[in-house]
T-cell receptor, first 113, second 113 residues
């Protein structure tokens, strides 16, 4: 049973426009959420995170929104750049489980020039 | 330069052989993790260690073994009991048990034929 789901396997967006990536979770114990970016044949790199006590966190071009009642979070990238083309993973952690992360299946983003 | 190193980048083995994947970090992190990624899928946790000489099974530990004799090293052995060992293996570390941000190594692609 997948506790973290990214229902869109891929996304194509024009350079300069907004990219919106979605993530849904089922475990109500999750209290911390992270987004990672991954290029082929490389390890993921941390992008941005949000605690369940917040509903928004912003870092430069990246903003993460959390809707706890809907068990849904999204990552907004604006403006999108060609270098943003990668696979993005949503991950979640439950405080009681320590620092174990549960990952979604990923969304491949292609930014067209 | 601080970081996580995994070697080798590519590894080939014959079916029935055990193989050990190396993971070293010089970030002085207490916690270390092993994940596997299969094509089109997210990362799944194999084993993790929150402190030296201690480790716990993740979601898919069967057919794998680990050791944590030194803080900076967390080798993973893929045994012949692992039914589908061909995958991309990622090692990660985090500062401690209550820190959710994990830093990843570049990965090792294991092919078993």
């Amino acid at each position: 049973d997948q506790q973290v789901k990214q229902n869109s396997p891929s996304l194509s967006v024009q350079e300069g426009r907004i990219s919106i990536l979605n993530c849904d979770y089922t475990n109500s114990m999750f209290d911390y959420f992270l987004w990672y970016k991954k290029y082929p044949a490389e390890g993921p790199t941390f992008l941005i995170s949000i605690s369940s006590i917040k509903d928004k966190n912003e870092d430069g071009r990246f903003t993460v929104f959390l809707n706890k009642s809907a068990k849904h979070l999204s990552l907004h990238i604006v403006p999108s750049q060609p270098g943003d083309s990668a696979v993005y993973f949503c991950a979640a952690s439950a405080g009681a489980a320590g620092n174990k992360l549960t990952f979604g299946g990923g969304t491949r983003v292609l930014v067209k020039p | 330069d601080g970081g996580i190193t995994q070697s080798p980048k590519y590894l080939f083995r014959k079916e029935g052989q055990n193989v050990t994947l190396s993971c070293e970090q010089n970030l002085n992190h207490d916690a270390m993790y092993w994940y596997r990624q299969d094509p089109g899928q997210g990362l799944r946790l194999i084993y993790y260690s929150q402190i030296v000489n201690d480790f716990q099974k993740g979601d898919i530990a069967e057919g794998y073994s680990v050791s944590r004799e030194k803080k900076e090293s967390f080798p993973l052995t893929v045994t012949s009991a692992q039914k589908n060992p061909t995958a991309f293996y990622l090692c990660a570390s985090s500062i401690g048990a209550r820190n959710y941000e994990q830093y990843f190594g570049p990965g090792t692609r294991l092919t078993v034929t």
